[in-house]
């Protein structure tokens, strides 16, 4: 959540904030909340010193003052039981309505309704043009043994896949490379539930707003699973008060992810773009209160997306995620496209997020700085590798004309160091255009 202080000194800027990422909240009825509970809370206060004022004067009173001082507690004692009660009271329908009132997106983020206004900064890498009928990563996947969305359909329902031999294991290669590569750049690995309570999802942002994403255990354990390793990396350090010395820690971690798609059945319902269950690596940094550090380490994170995808010599492009896009908690977010063939355009496969302090007031994340002041943390996250969307174009863009794919010089050496995977299962173009020739000659 954002500031209450901001709120009350600059409602103008929250209501544009607002209006940008055109969510609706109730600002009036918050600011007129606030104004009822600092009018009250003096008098809780001046009660509580004058009931503490006349306990002290009991030990000194003759008995007949004593049973004054007595009447004059419980009156005192039954006011502020009443200014307590109206107090709380306030206080609950105060808390749920901060809640929902969204980060306040940073001035270069565009405006806009959705992702169709979100703006390109960069490009990198031609999309390749093929010289023969390009299949997509499903009839691939199918014709090499690898990938069964029937199969997956029979056990756990539609969105899901299966995947065997050599795609399973390119895919763990991919998330491997990932791991390493973020280790090596100095992230700490870690290895976080999948099953979380609902404070994670409130503290991180998903709750409320996003509970329609989110599958739910039964009542009897109030569990969660989550849609990516950010939710409990995040939450790692909620309630504790770290020393500036220990920032930024950066943290990186592979999980299974859920994901219900609620409200997507019809849209791009073929192959693994959205599926139900997928691996992914995620990276965290959590830094002092510091705007300017803080877009360097967006800008960093986001980078680390852009060398995987170089590595893997698969074009992508990086939009700037305009207002109507965002989403509550982000400061602001980048999003990277890579170029998926069957598409015949970019789809999304990272999400780079800055939140400043909106998280770690959420979850009471705070650091104490060189002069002994608290504050809250600012706190980032970005997508290293999400599994099921990397295979797609892996495999559609490095694809050959005999059927195999090819395996990128960076990967080899989790693939034993394969240059190729799968078996010619259909003839090259040259060779077909001479089996036609030689027919009718």
């Known amino acids: 959540m954002i500031d209450l202080k901001v709120i009350r000194s600059q409602p103008d800027a929250v209501r544009a904030g607002c209006a940008k990422k055109h969510i609706q909240c109730d600002l009036d009825r918050i600011l007129e909340l606030d104004a009822e509970i600092r009018s009250i809370a003096p008098g809780v206060d001046d009660l509580r010193a004058q009931q503490k004022a006349a306990g002290k004067g ?37 808390k749920p309505l901060l809640l929902t009132v969204p980060n306040l997106p940073a001035a270069e983020v565009p405006e806009g309704l959705d992702d169709t206004d979100n703006v390109e900064l960069e490009k990198w890498g031609t999309p390749r043009e093929f010289d023969f009928e390009a299949l997509d990563h499903v009839a691939l996947g199918e014709a090499q043994g690898w990938l069964s969305i029937e199969t997956a359909a029979r056990i756990a329902g539609s969105r899901n896949y299966v995947t065997r031999g050599e795609l399973a294991r390119l895919e763990h290669a991919v998330l491997r490379y990932a791991l390493d590569m973020m ?29 329609d994403q989110i599958y739910k255990t039964d009542d009897r354990d109030d569990l969660y699973l989550v849609g990516t390793a950010e939710v409990p990396l995040t939450s790692l350090h909620a309630g504790e008060i770290l020393k500036a010395s220990d920032l930024p820690i950066r943290l990186v971690a592979q999980s299974t992810c859920f994901r219900r798609e609620a409200g997507t059945y019809g849209k791009d319902t073929r192959g693994l773009y959205r599926v139900h269950q997928f691996q992914k690596v995620e990276q965290v940094v959590i830094d002092r209160a510091d705007d300017a550090l803080s877009l360097q380490h967006h800008q960093a994170i986001l980078q680390n ?39 015949e355009g970019y789809g999304e496969t990272h999400s780079a997020s800055r939140f400043h302090q909106y998280q770690s007031r959420r979850l009471s994340i705070r650091y104490r700085d060189d002069e002994g002041k608290v504050h809250f943390c600012h706190t980032l996250n970005n997508t290293v590798a999400a599994s099921s969307r990397i295979l797609i174009a892996l495999l559609e863009n490095h694809q050959e004309a005999d059927g195999r794919v090819r395996v990128p010089a960076a990967l080899q050496p989790h693939m034993g160091g394969a240059e190729w995977i799968g078996q010619p299962f259909r003839k090259a173009a040259e060779e077909s255009d001479e089996s036609t020739e030689t027919e009718a000659s």
């Open 183 to 211: 280790i090596e750049r100095g992230f700490e690995p870690a290895v976080v539930p999948v099953l979380v309570r609902p404070e994670p999802l409130w503290g991180t942002g998903y709750f409320p707003g996003g509970g």
């Open 305 to 343: 997306a852009l060398d995987l995808l170089q590595a893997f010599e698969l074009p992508y492009r990086v939009v700037n995620v305009c207002g109507g896009d965002l989403g509550a908690p982000q400061i602001q977010k980048f999003d990277v496209e890579t170029w998926m063939p069957s598409r």
């Open 58 to 94: 009991m030990a000194k009173a003759t008995p007949e003052e004593r049973a004054v001082l007595l009447d004059e507690q419980k009156a005192l004692k039954e006011k502020l039981r009443g200014i307590e009660v109206s107090l709380n009271e306030l206080q609950a329908e105060l």
